[in-house]
């Protein structure tokens, strides 16, 4: 059977990659096309995929015609939420109306045909999958709806995977969310055959708007042990130090988006730096970290023992390297509790409550005195016993493994009865 994955972003890429992985381990083949920026040609997970037999990786404007290509990527812009709330967004709105929904489905159906074509001419099964897709994704939703919608009508399966994770126990996390309701951001994964989720908790955001049948909890390809035991060997060099004399701690940034304390979180940057023995590193979001007020922090960039990742330095490389990791409601954590490194959960330096801090209380940070308390303990006794158990294992087993670990084959399993469905429903239209 042939799948067509569209990839777009970091995240994307880190937490679908192991699902290709395995459905190329399973005797399957399939086609990656690269829908965001080019760079991600040379990501060390992309680089292992072209490598397997049966893939093939090409970025969308390979396969495009120039004018094509130059087209669909202009209406994408027009389309997006970020270049509407900018200075440019009187513009955008004049451009949309001279571009209306009638043009630009022009460009959206021929693009789409092209790719399917270049993907499935002669097959009579496959699934056609993306991530996550919401109503403000930087992919245009008109665009995708095309892309499911043709690929239906070629009897082929649409199925939507998951670029992350639940890191929020609570709904209200962003700016202006004021009121407790179903977000109809959520609202476009019913375009889909099937949306995966990891757990429960991700279930919750999607269930208003779409039937038990056309959701699955199949537990988090990315934290599973089959795929972590990889990765280990995919991973390239990191560029980081190790000092066994230091209590290094990493901290986690969120997107700008999100409602963070941004004051508070510098606050406690600098009383960690007064900790004789302790080195901090900050890892911004890999998608809009250079928004964050606190990466500017020039005063900040002044202390001795504390730094700031640059994107050479991926997340697994900080989490190898740290002791101890502090979190601002973050899913790449998650690896860090499968190892049992103590992640402190900042609850407090932000609107949410985390999914980490829920299922495991001793890990919460309330107040400032919290952390200064949890570092001078780790710095006097180690990091040894952080946890308990119990709740860490029902974290391991409601968050991440689902049924059980075999998560991997449960993925494989669903995107093979999606391609073998839509193959009976064209049979019999």
């Not at 397997?52 to 290509?69: K, N, Q, S, T």
């Not at 962003?174 to 951001?185: S, V």
């Not at 509790?337 to 609850?347: G, T």
């Not at 180690?382 to 991997?408: Q, T, W």
Request: net charge positive; proline share 5%; aromatic share 10%.
């Amino acid at each position: 059977m042939k799948a067509l994955f569209f990839l777009r972003h970091y995240n994307d890429i880190d937490h679908i990659t192991p699902v290709i992985s395995k459905w190329i381990e399973s005797n399957h083949v399939c086609d990656i096309i690269l829908i965001g920026n080019p760079k991600f040609r040379n990501d060390y997970r992309i680089q292992y995929l072209s490598k397997l037999e049966g893939v093939r990786v090409a970025h969308i404007r390979d396969l495009l015609p120039a004018f094509e290509y130059v087209a669909w990527r202009l209406q994408t812009l027009l389309l997006s939420h970020g270049l509407r709330r900018s200075l440019m967004g009187p513009l955008v709105a004049t451009l949309r109306w001279v571009f209306d929904a009638g043009k630009r489905k022009f460009i959206w159906r021929n693009t789409a045909h092209r790719l399917l074509m270049h993907s499935f001419v002669s097959l009579d099964k496959g699934v056609v999958v993306f991530d996550w897709i919401t109503r403000n994704s930087p992919v245009c939703l008109e665009w995708v709806e095309t892309v499911v919608s043709m690929a239906h009508n070629m009897g082929l399966g649409a199925v939507s995977l998951p670029h992350g994770d639940s890191p929020h126990a609570n709904q209200l996390i962003r700016h202006g969310e004021w009121r407790l309701q179903p977000d109809t951001l959520y609202s476009a994964g019913r375009i889909f055959d099937k949306l995966v989720v990891p757990n429960e908790l991700c279930a919750k955001r999607f269930h208003p708007f779409m039937t038990n049948q056309s959701l699955a909890v199949l537990g988090s390809p990315r934290y599973c042990d089959e795929w972590l035991a990889k990765l280990k060997e995919l991973l390239p060099p990191a560029p980081l130090v190790s000092s066994s004399n230091q209590l290094k701690i990493a901290m986690f940034l969120r997107k700008d988006d999100f409602t963070i304390f941004w004051e508070e979180v510098g606050e406690v940057i600098r009383m960690i730096a007064t900790f004789p023995g302790t080195v901090l590193v900050i890892k911004p979001h890999t998608r809009g970290g250079w928004k964050q007020s606190l990466t500017k922090d020039t005063s900040l960039h002044r202390l001795p023992n504390v730094s700031i990742a640059g994107d050479n330095i991926h997340s697994i490389h900080l989490m190898n390297w740290a002791d101890v990791i502090i979190d601002l409601a973050t899913s790449v954590v998650f690896e860090a509790i499968k190892a049992k490194k103590p992640v402190l959960a900042a609850d407090y330096l932000h609107a949410g409550r985390s999914a980490v801090a829920e299922f495991m209380p001793e890990t919460e940070l309330c107040c400032r005195d919290d952390v200064y308390q949890k570092i001078d303990e780790f710095l006097s006794n180690g990091c040894n016993s952080f946890y308990i158990e119990k709740h860490r294992r029902r974290f391991i087993k409601e968050m991440l493994d689902g049924p059980d670990a075999e998560v991997l084959p449960r993925y494989v399993s669903l995107l093979e009865t999606q391609a073998q469905m839509s193959s009976v429903g064209k049979d019999k239209d």
